[in-house]
């Protein structure tokens, strides 16, 4: 039986969804085929969760092979597989079942898996990894070949050698496609840039006093999603090798308005611009910074790089000397969200930090409750041991000022202080 024009819209052909493949074709006309029949489709995706442990142990060849061993095994009759193709991904199959047998049916393949390979007169144990979903006759089934693709290589991370089930949902959406966002956002950072933009946020004397800095924030407007959320953006970037482009349009436009800034509130101002460890690992990278700087006549000091406390914590082997040349040419080194990682007083003396921003949610409750009054003071405390510049997150209410003041905090960012918005802004 092949499918009519009413099924083949719901695979749909628009600009957001690829045309059809020979892979979708023949899922669909199982689907068409067991829908007539009363009974249902379950596609699944196998992969070899230690196939990195295997490719440097025994080489590519030992991984195709038991790929292949692998194949051989769902192929059985035992497993009532219909459709299956095989990769260097791994194995994607199809098999039709009778309603309310998925279950069962996906356990008896990943018990069909399970067990030692033989591969080149060796036996080896691969931690086969199993994604499944049921289809219905209208859903779409590049979509759903999708999902499982994305629940496998998930779970050959997180639970490996385990079987998971692909649930449909907004996150698995044609727009959430990380390979299309990624075509997406390297041609925002090349060929159409006008969709990145920055917003700049204020840091502020608790005092009353001016502007003494501000923190440049990237946005991204996609031509049909909308607004990117900035931590998606810089994750896809981190994951597709296009932070070191993304790191330096930022820079660039941060450091124009430095210029214009500076002539406006004086000498002292300072930029801060987030930085990513995978941008600091590219070789290089002091270099560049540097030659930024000198691009557009910016001294080195009115630059502030600020990293996350985790991120910074957890790659503190791997950026130490970079930091540390940083700062030897003059640029300031921050880090953000301080508070919510789990660094130690001991390791920031370590550290070349300058300037350490206390996470809101230290800040939030310190005008209502003792306690969280106390610990933030402990915290001030500890950090003036270290000898850096303080600045409160999360800044919202008059209350919270005058107990920051009263803490000897001098400088805060917030909304009672400055939203983020245009350039102009920080010169009110």
């Known amino acids: 039986m092949t499918a009519g024009p009413a099924d083949r819209a719901s695979e749909g052909t628009g600009p957001d969804q690829p045309e059809a493949t020979p892979e979708t074709d023949a899922v669909r006309r199982l689907v068409d085929r067991a829908h007539a029949q009363g009974e249902q489709v379950v596609v699944f995706a196998a992969t ?95 979509l759903a070949l999708r999902q499982v693709r994305a629940t496998v290589l ?42 990145v933009s920055l917003v700049f946020q204020p840091v502020r004397e608790l005092d009353g006093g001016g502007t003494v800095a501000a923190e440049a924030l990237v946005r991204w407007q996609h031509p049909l999603h909308g607004p990117v959320p900035a931590q998606s ?39 801060h611009v987030n930085v990513s460890p995978f941008e600091m690992r590219e070789p290089g990278y002091v270099e ?43 640029v300031a080194i921050g880090i953000d969200d301080f508070g919510t990682g789990y660094s130690s007083i001991a390791r920031l003396h370590r550290m070349p930090v300058d300037t350490v921003k206390v996470d809101r949610s230290l800040i939030a409750g310190i005008g209502t409750s003792s306690v969280e009054f106390d610990l933030v003071r402990a915290v001030f405390r500890l950090l003036d041991t270290a000898g850096v510049q303080v600045v409160a997150e999360g800044v919202e209410t008059a209350v919270q ?28």
């Open 48 to 142: 070899v969760a230690n196939a990195s442990e295997i490719v440097a142990g025994r080489g590519g060849d030992a991984l195709a092979a038991m790929i292949l061993a692998l194949a051989q095994r769902a192929a059985n009759p035992d497993t009532t597989c219909d459709l299956l193709t095989v990769s260097g991904f791994g194995i994607v199959g199809a098999l039709t079942v009778a309603p309310g047998e998925d279950d069962k049916a996906i356990t008896q393949v990943a018990d069909q898996l399970a067990g030692l390979v033989d591969v080149n007169g060796e036996r080896l144990w691969p931690a086969v990894t199993l994604a499944a979903r049921s289809l219905e006759h209208a859903d779409s089934i590049d």
């Open 154 to 195: 998930d779970a050959m991370h997180t639970s490996p050698g385990s079987v998971r089930w692909a649930a449909p949902g907004p996150s698995a959406s044609p727009g959430s496609d990380d390979l299309a966002l990624a075509r997406d956002l390297a041609l925002a950072l090349t060929t159409a840039t006008e969709q």
């Open 233 to 271: 953006m810089v994750r896809l970037a981190e994951r597709t090798g296009l932070i070191r482009q993304l790191g330096s349009l930022v820079l660039d436009r941060a450091l124009v308005e430095t210029v214009l800034a500076r002539e406006s509130l004086g000498p002292d101002f300072r930029m």
């Open 288 to 330: 560049s910074v540097v030659a930024a700087l000198a691009r557009h006549g910016v001294p080195a000091s009115a630059l502030l790089l600020e990293l996350t406390e985790t991120s910074l914590m957890t790659s503190e082997r791997d950026i130490i000397s970079v930091l540390a040349d940083l700062r030897a040419v003059g």
């Open 401 to 428: 000022v005058a107990h920051l003041r009263a803490l000897g905090c001098r400088l805060g960012q917030g909304l009672l202080l400055g939203p983020p918005g245009a350039a102009t802004a920080l010169h009110r």
